[in-house]
Protein backbone atom coordinates (compact mmCIF):
# COMPACT_ATOMS: atom_id res chain seq x y z
CA UNK A 1 0.00 0.00 0.00
CA UNK A 2 1.32 3.38 -0.69
CA UNK A 3 2.41 5.13 2.64
CA UNK A 4 0.56 8.62 3.17
CA UNK A 5 1.73 11.38 5.99
CA UNK A 6 -1.48 13.52 7.82
CA UNK A 7 -0.72 17.29 8.51
CA UNK A 8 -2.94 19.11 11.05
CA UNK A 9 -3.83 22.99 10.84
CA UNK A 10 -5.64 24.19 13.05
CA UNK A 11 -7.78 21.05 13.84
CA UNK A 12 -7.67 20.72 10.15
CA UNK A 13 -5.94 17.32 9.13
CA UNK A 14 -4.29 16.89 5.35
CA UNK A 15 -3.29 14.07 3.74
CA UNK A 16 -0.35 13.96 1.76
CA UNK A 17 1.46 10.91 -0.82
CA UNK A 18 4.80 9.43 0.35
CA UNK A 19 7.25 9.30 -2.34
CA UNK A 20 9.47 6.20 -1.59
CA UNK A 21 13.21 6.11 -3.51
CA UNK A 22 14.71 3.11 -4.55
CA UNK A 23 17.48 2.94 -1.77
CA UNK A 24 13.86 3.02 1.10
CA UNK A 25 14.23 6.49 1.90
CA UNK A 26 11.04 8.29 2.31
CA UNK A 27 9.72 12.10 1.15
CA UNK A 28 6.19 13.82 1.94
CA UNK A 29 5.09 14.76 -1.48
CA UNK A 30 3.61 18.46 -0.82
CA UNK A 31 3.85 20.16 -3.79
CA UNK A 32 0.05 20.92 -3.11
CA UNK A 33 0.52 22.13 0.58
CA UNK A 34 -0.29 25.96 0.04
CA UNK A 35 -2.73 25.22 -2.32
CA UNK A 36 -4.75 22.92 -0.16
CA UNK A 37 -3.93 24.55 3.50
CA UNK A 38 -2.25 28.07 2.68
CA UNK A 39 0.66 27.51 4.47
CA UNK A 40 4.02 26.80 3.73
CA UNK A 41 7.01 24.69 4.73
CA UNK A 42 9.99 26.73 6.45
CA UNK A 43 12.80 24.18 6.53
CA UNK A 44 16.14 26.79 7.38
CA UNK A 45 19.26 25.69 5.22
CA UNK A 46 16.97 23.03 3.38
CA UNK A 47 18.20 20.44 6.08
CA UNK A 48 15.26 18.58 5.40
CA UNK A 49 13.96 19.48 1.61
CA UNK A 50 14.02 17.09 -1.20
CA UNK A 51 14.57 19.46 -3.90
CA UNK A 52 14.31 17.16 -6.64
CA UNK A 53 14.01 13.23 -7.40
CA UNK A 54 17.51 12.11 -9.03
CA UNK A 55 19.17 9.11 -10.41
CA UNK A 56 22.51 10.02 -10.07
CA UNK A 57 23.94 9.77 -6.58
CA UNK A 58 22.93 8.04 -3.45
CA UNK A 59 24.17 8.93 -0.14
CA UNK A 60 23.68 7.64 3.36
CA UNK A 61 25.42 9.55 6.24
CA UNK A 62 24.03 7.64 9.11
CA UNK A 63 25.95 4.87 7.58
CA UNK A 64 28.51 6.25 5.79
CA UNK A 65 27.51 4.86 2.07
CA UNK A 66 28.44 6.75 -1.08
CA UNK A 67 27.57 5.30 -4.80
CA UNK A 68 27.72 6.80 -7.79
CA UNK A 69 24.93 5.60 -9.86
CA UNK A 70 24.52 2.53 -7.51
CA UNK A 71 28.59 1.66 -7.63
CA UNK A 72 29.93 2.00 -4.04
CA UNK A 73 32.80 4.80 -4.11
CA UNK A 74 35.38 2.34 -2.88
CA UNK A 75 34.88 0.34 -5.84
CA UNK A 76 35.26 2.97 -7.80
CA UNK A 77 38.13 4.23 -6.47
CA UNK A 78 39.72 0.47 -6.73
CA UNK A 79 38.96 0.13 -10.61
CA UNK A 80 38.18 3.68 -12.46
CA UNK A 81 39.53 6.41 -13.45
CA UNK A 82 38.07 9.80 -13.17
CA UNK A 83 37.47 10.22 -17.18
CA UNK A 84 35.33 6.56 -16.79
CA UNK A 85 33.61 7.99 -13.53
CA UNK A 86 32.63 11.12 -15.33
CA UNK A 87 31.73 9.11 -18.20
CA UNK A 88 29.11 6.88 -15.65
CA UNK A 89 27.75 10.19 -13.58
CA UNK A 90 26.90 11.61 -17.27
CA UNK A 91 25.51 8.93 -19.08
CA UNK A 92 24.24 6.40 -16.04
CA UNK A 93 26.42 3.35 -16.93
CA UNK A 94 29.85 2.47 -17.21
CA UNK A 95 30.57 2.78 -20.92
CA UNK A 96 31.48 0.18 -23.59
CA UNK A 97 34.57 0.23 -25.24
CA UNK A 98 33.94 2.31 -27.84
CA UNK A 99 32.17 4.64 -26.32
CA UNK A 100 35.16 5.17 -23.68
CA UNK A 101 37.18 5.48 -26.90
CA UNK A 102 34.79 8.06 -28.36
CA UNK A 103 34.72 10.06 -25.36
CA UNK A 104 38.46 10.01 -24.83
CA UNK A 105 39.12 11.47 -28.24
CA UNK A 106 36.27 13.53 -27.60
CA UNK A 107 37.82 15.37 -24.30
CA UNK A 108 41.22 15.38 -25.96
CA UNK A 109 39.77 17.35 -29.02
CA UNK A 110 37.83 19.84 -27.10
CA UNK A 111 40.71 20.59 -24.95
CA UNK A 112 42.44 23.72 -26.47
CA UNK A 113 40.43 26.81 -25.69
CA UNK A 114 39.64 28.84 -28.54
CA UNK A 115 42.65 30.79 -29.13
CA UNK A 116 40.90 34.28 -28.76
CA UNK A 117 40.37 33.50 -25.11
CA UNK A 118 44.01 33.88 -23.89
CA UNK A 119 43.31 37.69 -24.02
CA UNK A 120 40.44 37.42 -21.28
CA UNK A 121 43.24 36.03 -19.14
CA UNK A 122 45.62 38.68 -19.52
CA UNK A 123 42.87 41.26 -17.86
CA UNK A 124 42.77 39.47 -14.55
CA UNK A 125 45.22 40.83 -11.88
CA UNK A 126 48.35 38.93 -10.80
CA UNK A 127 46.99 38.04 -7.73
CA UNK A 128 43.36 37.50 -9.12
CA UNK A 129 41.86 34.43 -7.10
CA UNK A 130 42.28 31.22 -9.73
CA UNK A 131 38.37 30.20 -8.13
CA UNK A 132 37.19 34.41 -9.78
CA UNK A 133 38.86 33.46 -13.02
CA UNK A 134 37.71 29.95 -13.56
CA UNK A 135 34.67 30.87 -12.68
CA UNK A 136 34.54 33.83 -15.28
CA UNK A 137 36.11 31.97 -18.25
CA UNK A 138 33.47 29.40 -17.90
CA UNK A 139 31.06 31.36 -18.20
CA UNK A 140 32.80 33.59 -21.09
CA UNK A 141 33.42 30.42 -23.21
CA UNK A 142 29.89 30.56 -23.88
CA UNK A 143 30.46 33.43 -25.89
CA UNK A 144 32.71 31.27 -28.21
CA UNK A 145 30.14 28.55 -28.77
CA UNK A 146 26.57 30.29 -28.82
CA UNK A 147 24.83 26.61 -30.06
CA UNK A 148 25.08 26.11 -26.09
CA UNK A 149 22.39 28.58 -25.77
CA UNK A 150 19.60 26.88 -27.94
CA UNK A 151 16.92 24.80 -26.48
CA UNK A 152 18.27 21.70 -25.32
CA UNK A 153 19.21 19.19 -27.45
CA UNK A 154 20.71 15.98 -26.84
CA UNK A 155 23.50 16.30 -29.68
CA UNK A 156 24.23 19.56 -28.41
CA UNK A 157 24.66 18.56 -24.90
CA UNK A 158 27.20 15.63 -25.78
CA UNK A 159 29.25 18.17 -27.76
CA UNK A 160 29.25 20.87 -25.55
CA UNK A 161 29.20 18.62 -21.80
CA UNK A 162 32.61 17.07 -23.26
CA UNK A 163 33.96 20.42 -24.11
CA UNK A 164 33.03 21.79 -20.34
CA UNK A 165 34.62 18.75 -19.06
CA UNK A 166 37.87 18.65 -21.09
CA UNK A 167 38.50 22.59 -20.93
CA UNK A 168 37.20 22.76 -17.05
CA UNK A 169 41.58 21.99 -16.43
CA UNK A 170 42.88 23.95 -19.14
CA UNK A 171 41.33 26.99 -17.69
CA UNK A 172 42.51 26.01 -14.62
CA UNK A 173 45.70 25.23 -15.41
CA UNK A 174 46.00 28.73 -17.55
CA UNK A 175 44.83 30.63 -14.48
CA UNK A 176 47.66 28.96 -12.39
CA UNK A 177 50.31 30.06 -15.14
CA UNK A 178 48.72 33.35 -15.52
CA UNK A 179 48.60 34.45 -11.59
CA UNK A 180 52.42 33.07 -11.54
CA UNK A 181 54.15 35.47 -14.48
CA UNK A 182 54.48 32.21 -16.24
CA UNK A 183 53.80 31.41 -19.55
CA UNK A 184 50.91 29.41 -21.37
CA UNK A 185 51.48 25.43 -21.67
CA UNK A 186 49.15 24.16 -24.89
CA UNK A 187 47.96 20.60 -23.82
CA UNK A 188 49.22 17.10 -25.46
CA UNK A 189 46.81 15.29 -27.76
CA UNK A 190 49.14 12.31 -26.30
CA UNK A 191 48.40 12.67 -22.79
CA UNK A 192 45.77 11.28 -20.49
CA UNK A 193 43.22 13.72 -18.42
CA UNK A 194 44.78 14.03 -15.22
CA UNK A 195 48.63 14.05 -16.89
CA UNK A 196 47.55 16.59 -19.41
CA UNK A 197 46.23 19.16 -16.66
CA UNK A 198 50.14 18.72 -14.83
CA UNK A 199 51.80 18.94 -17.91
CA UNK A 200 49.91 22.15 -18.58
CA UNK A 201 50.45 23.28 -14.57
CA UNK A 202 53.63 22.05 -14.43
CA UNK A 203 55.92 21.97 -17.40
CA UNK A 204 58.17 24.69 -19.11
CA UNK A 205 58.18 25.66 -23.11
CA UNK A 206 62.05 24.10 -22.91
CA UNK A 207 60.98 21.02 -20.86
CA UNK A 208 58.42 18.49 -19.88
CA UNK A 209 57.22 17.92 -16.27
CA UNK A 210 58.39 14.66 -14.75
CA UNK A 211 54.44 12.90 -14.04
CA UNK A 212 55.10 9.95 -11.98
CA UNK A 213 52.50 7.44 -12.21
CA UNK A 214 51.72 8.07 -8.17
CA UNK A 215 51.51 11.50 -8.72
CA UNK A 216 48.92 11.92 -11.72
CA UNK A 217 46.81 8.92 -10.21
CA UNK A 218 46.59 10.34 -6.93
CA UNK A 219 45.09 13.25 -8.34
CA UNK A 220 42.99 11.28 -10.70
CA UNK A 221 41.41 9.68 -7.56
CA UNK A 222 40.96 13.10 -5.96
CA UNK A 223 39.10 14.03 -8.94
CA UNK A 224 37.46 10.78 -8.65
CA UNK A 225 36.17 11.50 -5.25
CA UNK A 226 34.81 14.60 -5.62
CA UNK A 227 32.54 13.78 -8.76
CA UNK A 228 29.43 13.53 -7.23
CA UNK A 229 27.42 13.80 -3.99
CA UNK A 230 24.14 15.16 -4.70
CA UNK A 231 22.39 18.09 -3.90
CA UNK A 232 25.05 19.80 -2.44
CA UNK A 233 25.21 23.76 -2.26
CA UNK A 234 27.05 23.72 -5.78
CA UNK A 235 25.48 21.12 -7.67
CA UNK A 236 21.83 22.21 -5.35
CA UNK A 237 23.09 25.82 -7.03
CA UNK A 238 23.98 24.29 -11.00
CA UNK A 239 19.99 22.61 -10.88
CA UNK A 240 19.01 26.23 -9.40
CA UNK A 241 20.52 27.88 -12.43
CA UNK A 242 19.53 25.58 -14.82
CA UNK A 243 15.83 25.41 -14.14
CA UNK A 244 15.36 28.84 -15.57
CA UNK A 245 16.55 27.34 -18.89
CA UNK A 246 20.47 29.19 -18.63
CA UNK A 247 22.93 27.65 -20.35
CA UNK A 248 25.12 24.88 -19.10
CA UNK A 249 27.86 26.74 -18.92
CA UNK A 250 26.40 29.77 -17.07
CA UNK A 251 25.26 27.13 -14.87
CA UNK A 252 28.87 25.81 -14.16
CA UNK A 253 30.06 29.37 -13.40
CA UNK A 254 27.46 29.36 -10.98
CA UNK A 255 28.07 26.11 -9.37
CA UNK A 256 32.22 27.53 -9.34
CA UNK A 257 30.82 30.57 -7.32
CA UNK A 258 28.62 28.51 -4.76
CA UNK A 259 31.66 25.93 -4.13
CA UNK A 260 33.72 28.68 -3.21
CA UNK A 261 32.49 29.28 -0.23
CA UNK A 262 35.08 28.27 3.15
CA UNK A 263 31.70 26.26 4.19
CA UNK A 264 31.65 24.28 0.93
CA UNK A 265 34.83 23.44 -1.19
CA UNK A 266 36.71 26.69 0.20
CA UNK A 267 37.22 24.28 3.35
CA UNK A 268 40.30 22.35 1.77
CA UNK A 269 42.51 25.43 1.30
CA UNK A 270 40.93 26.75 4.82
CA UNK A 271 41.57 23.11 6.26
CA UNK A 272 45.50 23.77 5.22
CA UNK A 273 45.61 27.29 6.79
CA UNK A 274 44.21 26.20 9.89
CA UNK A 275 46.94 23.71 10.59
CA UNK A 276 49.96 26.08 9.34
CA UNK A 277 48.04 28.46 12.24
CA UNK A 278 48.69 25.37 14.58
CA UNK A 279 52.16 24.87 13.73
CA UNK A 280 53.29 28.32 13.50
CA UNK A 281 51.99 28.58 16.77
CA UNK A 282 53.36 25.82 18.57
CA UNK A 283 50.07 24.04 19.71
CA UNK A 284 49.88 20.33 19.39
CA UNK A 285 46.26 20.43 18.42
CA UNK A 286 44.69 20.40 21.61
CA UNK A 287 44.57 24.45 22.70
CA UNK A 288 42.81 24.29 18.87
CA UNK A 289 40.00 21.73 19.67
CA UNK A 290 39.46 23.96 23.14
CA UNK A 291 39.44 27.05 21.19
CA UNK A 292 36.93 24.97 18.77
CA UNK A 293 34.42 24.27 21.59
CA UNK A 294 33.86 27.55 22.56
CA UNK A 295 30.92 29.24 20.67
CA UNK A 296 32.55 32.57 21.10
CA UNK A 297 35.82 31.66 19.49
CA UNK A 298 34.12 31.44 16.39
CA UNK A 299 36.34 29.02 15.06
CA UNK A 300 35.72 25.58 13.41
CA UNK A 301 37.68 22.73 13.18
CA UNK A 302 37.76 22.81 9.11
CA UNK A 303 37.66 19.36 7.34
CA UNK A 304 35.12 18.16 10.14
CA UNK A 305 31.31 17.86 9.70
CA UNK A 306 29.15 17.05 7.26
CA UNK A 307 25.74 18.06 6.62
CA UNK A 308 24.73 14.61 5.60
CA UNK A 309 27.23 12.43 6.82
CA UNK A 310 26.83 11.73 10.69
CA UNK A 311 29.53 9.33 10.48
CA UNK A 312 32.75 9.22 8.75
CA UNK A 313 33.22 10.42 5.19
CA UNK A 314 33.91 7.49 3.14
CA UNK A 315 35.68 9.70 0.67
CA UNK A 316 37.81 10.50 3.84
CA UNK A 317 38.93 6.86 4.45
CA UNK A 318 40.12 6.35 0.89
CA UNK A 319 42.20 9.94 0.82
CA UNK A 320 43.58 9.47 4.67
CA UNK A 321 45.17 5.91 3.30
CA UNK A 322 46.21 7.28 -0.15
CA UNK A 323 48.04 10.28 1.48
CA UNK A 324 49.89 7.73 4.03
CA UNK A 325 50.72 5.58 0.88
CA UNK A 326 51.83 9.13 -1.24
CA UNK A 327 53.95 10.28 1.93
CA UNK A 328 55.94 7.34 1.86
CA UNK A 329 57.02 6.55 -1.80
CA UNK A 330 57.58 10.05 -2.48
CA UNK A 331 59.17 10.48 0.90
CA UNK A 332 57.63 13.22 2.26
CA UNK A 333 57.34 14.00 5.99
CA UNK A 334 54.72 16.59 6.18
CA UNK A 335 54.87 18.11 9.87
CA UNK A 336 51.12 18.74 9.13
CA UNK A 337 49.88 15.84 8.55
CA UNK A 338 50.85 14.61 12.13
CA UNK A 339 49.02 17.64 13.14
CA UNK A 340 46.20 16.48 11.22
CA UNK A 341 46.36 13.22 12.81
CA UNK A 342 46.35 14.26 16.15
CA UNK A 343 43.60 16.21 16.12
CA UNK A 344 41.60 13.89 14.38
CA UNK A 345 42.02 11.57 17.19
CA UNK A 346 41.58 14.69 20.07
CA UNK A 347 37.98 15.14 18.02
CA UNK A 348 36.86 11.42 17.96
CA UNK A 349 37.42 11.34 21.51
CA UNK A 350 35.89 14.53 22.76
CA UNK A 351 31.90 14.49 23.98
CA UNK A 352 31.55 17.56 21.97
CA UNK A 353 32.64 15.87 18.50
CA UNK A 354 31.07 12.76 19.56
CA UNK A 355 27.27 14.03 20.45
CA UNK A 356 26.98 16.09 17.52
CA UNK A 357 28.21 13.52 15.08
CA UNK A 358 31.37 15.53 13.75
CA UNK A 359 34.01 13.24 11.62
CA UNK A 360 36.48 14.11 8.91
CA UNK A 361 35.10 15.06 5.38
CA UNK A 362 36.65 14.63 2.07
CA UNK A 363 38.45 18.20 2.72
CA UNK A 364 40.51 17.10 5.76
CA UNK A 365 43.18 14.97 4.65
CA UNK A 366 42.93 15.50 0.59
CA UNK A 367 44.97 19.02 1.05
CA UNK A 368 47.94 17.12 2.05
CA UNK A 369 47.89 14.68 -0.50
CA UNK A 370 47.80 18.02 -2.64
CA UNK A 371 49.94 19.68 -1.41
CA UNK A 372 52.96 16.59 -1.66
CA UNK A 373 51.48 16.62 -5.33
CA UNK A 374 53.25 19.98 -5.21
CA UNK A 375 49.58 22.08 -6.07
CA UNK A 376 49.46 25.46 -4.67
CA UNK A 377 47.14 25.98 -1.82
CA UNK A 378 45.29 28.93 -3.31
CA UNK A 379 44.74 26.17 -6.27
CA UNK A 380 42.59 23.86 -4.03
CA UNK A 381 39.50 24.43 -4.51
CA UNK A 382 40.15 24.49 -8.32
CA UNK A 383 40.80 21.02 -8.27
CA UNK A 384 37.58 20.62 -6.65
CA UNK A 385 35.48 22.05 -9.15
CA UNK A 386 37.58 20.20 -12.23
CA UNK A 387 36.22 17.08 -10.01
CA UNK A 388 32.56 18.23 -9.29
CA UNK A 389 32.08 18.95 -13.32
CA UNK A 390 30.69 15.99 -14.04
CA UNK A 391 28.14 15.78 -10.87
CA UNK A 392 27.38 19.57 -11.86
CA UNK A 393 26.75 18.32 -15.47
CA UNK A 394 24.58 15.03 -15.11
CA UNK A 395 22.29 17.82 -12.68
CA UNK A 396 21.81 19.52 -15.60
CA UNK A 397 20.85 17.27 -17.90
CA UNK A 398 18.64 16.02 -15.80
CA UNK A 399 16.99 18.99 -15.10
CA UNK A 400 17.29 19.86 -18.93
CA UNK A 401 15.43 16.72 -20.27
CA UNK A 402 12.81 16.94 -17.77
CA UNK A 403 9.78 18.44 -19.69
CA UNK A 404 7.46 19.43 -16.72
CA UNK A 405 10.48 20.83 -14.33
CA UNK A 406 9.43 24.34 -12.85
CA UNK A 407 11.45 26.46 -12.52
CA UNK A 408 12.71 27.15 -8.70
CA UNK A 409 11.09 29.43 -6.57
CA UNK A 410 10.83 29.10 -3.06
CA UNK A 411 8.72 31.05 -1.22
CA UNK A 412 9.24 32.84 2.27
CA UNK A 413 7.93 33.78 5.31
CA UNK A 414 8.17 37.48 5.36
CA UNK A 415 9.26 39.15 8.78
CA UNK A 416 9.48 42.90 7.93
CA UNK A 417 8.06 45.83 8.60
CA UNK A 418 3.96 46.54 7.64
CA UNK A 419 2.72 49.50 6.88
CA UNK A 420 4.92 51.37 6.14
CA UNK A 421 4.36 54.90 4.37
CA UNK A 422 7.02 56.47 2.24
CA UNK A 423 7.58 59.73 3.52
CA UNK A 424 9.61 62.61 1.69
CA UNK A 425 12.80 63.38 1.85
CA UNK A 426 12.39 66.68 3.35
CA UNK A 427 9.99 65.10 6.05
CA UNK A 428 12.49 62.00 6.86
CA UNK A 429 14.35 62.26 10.45
CA UNK A 430 17.82 61.12 9.79
CA UNK A 431 18.42 58.03 12.33
CA UNK A 432 21.19 58.20 14.71
N1 LIG B 1 33.80 22.45 14.16
C1 LIG B 1 33.16 22.71 15.32
N2 LIG B 1 31.84 22.59 15.50
C2 LIG B 1 31.12 22.22 14.44
C3 LIG B 1 31.71 21.93 13.20
C4 LIG B 1 33.10 22.05 13.08
N3 LIG B 1 33.71 21.80 11.93
N4 LIG B 1 30.74 21.57 12.33
C5 LIG B 1 29.58 21.64 13.00
N5 LIG B 1 29.81 22.03 14.30
C6 LIG B 1 28.81 22.17 15.36
C7 LIG B 1 27.98 23.43 15.18
O1 LIG B 1 28.56 24.53 15.87
C8 LIG B 1 26.66 23.00 15.78
O2 LIG B 1 26.80 23.02 17.18
P1 LIG B 1 25.50 23.37 18.12
O3 LIG B 1 24.52 22.27 17.86
O4 LIG B 1 26.05 23.41 19.50
O5 LIG B 1 25.01 24.71 17.64
C9 LIG B 1 26.54 21.53 15.36
O6 LIG B 1 27.90 21.08 15.21
C10 LIG B 1 25.80 21.34 14.05
O7 LIG B 1 26.43 22.15 13.07
P2 LIG B 1 25.70 22.91 11.90
O8 LIG B 1 26.49 24.14 11.56
O9 LIG B 1 24.25 23.09 12.23
O10 LIG B 1 25.83 21.85 10.75
P3 LIG B 1 25.53 22.08 9.24
O11 LIG B 1 24.99 20.81 8.72
O12 LIG B 1 24.71 23.31 9.03
O13 LIG B 1 26.98 22.40 8.60
C11 LIG B 1 29.13 22.08 7.73
C12 LIG B 1 27.74 21.46 7.96
C13 LIG B 1 29.93 21.18 6.82
C14 LIG B 1 28.96 23.45 7.02
C15 LIG B 1 29.82 22.26 9.11
O14 LIG B 1 30.00 21.00 9.72
C16 LIG B 1 31.14 23.01 8.99
O15 LIG B 1 31.16 24.23 9.00
N6 LIG B 1 32.30 22.26 8.85
C17 LIG B 1 33.57 22.90 8.65
C18 LIG B 1 33.72 23.32 7.19
C19 LIG B 1 33.96 22.12 6.29
O16 LIG B 1 34.78 21.26 6.58
N7 LIG B 1 33.23 22.08 5.15
C20 LIG B 1 33.40 21.01 4.14
C21 LIG B 1 32.18 20.15 4.04
S1 LIG B 1 32.46 18.63 3.15
C22 LIG B 1 32.86 19.09 1.54
C23 LIG B 1 31.86 19.95 0.87
O17 LIG B 1 30.68 19.63 0.80
O18 LIG B 1 32.26 20.98 0.38
Known amino acids: MNKTAKIEIDGKSYTFPVVEGSEGECGIDISTLRQVTGCITLDDGYA ?56 SSQLTQFQNLHEDMKFHFEGFPSNAHPMAILSSMINATSCFYPQVMQPYDPETFQIMSSRLLSQVRTIAAFSYRKSHGLPIIYPKPSYKYTQNFLHMMFSDPYEDFVIKPEVWRALDLIFLLHADHEQNCSTATVRYVASSRANLFACAAAG ?49 GHRVYKNYDPRAKIIKKRCDQLLEVLKINDPLLDIAKRLEECALNDSYFIERKLYPNVDFYSGIIMRALGIPVEMFTVIFAIGRM ?17 IYRPRQIYTGLTKNPYVPMEDRVSKP
Open 390 to 406: PGWIANYREIAEETSQR
Open 48 to 103: NTGSCLSKVTFIDGEKGILQYRGIPIEELAQNSTFVETAFLIINGHLPSEDEMAKF
Open 256 to 304: VCALWGPLHGGANQAVIDMLEDIRQGGDDGRKFINEVKDKKSGKRLMGF
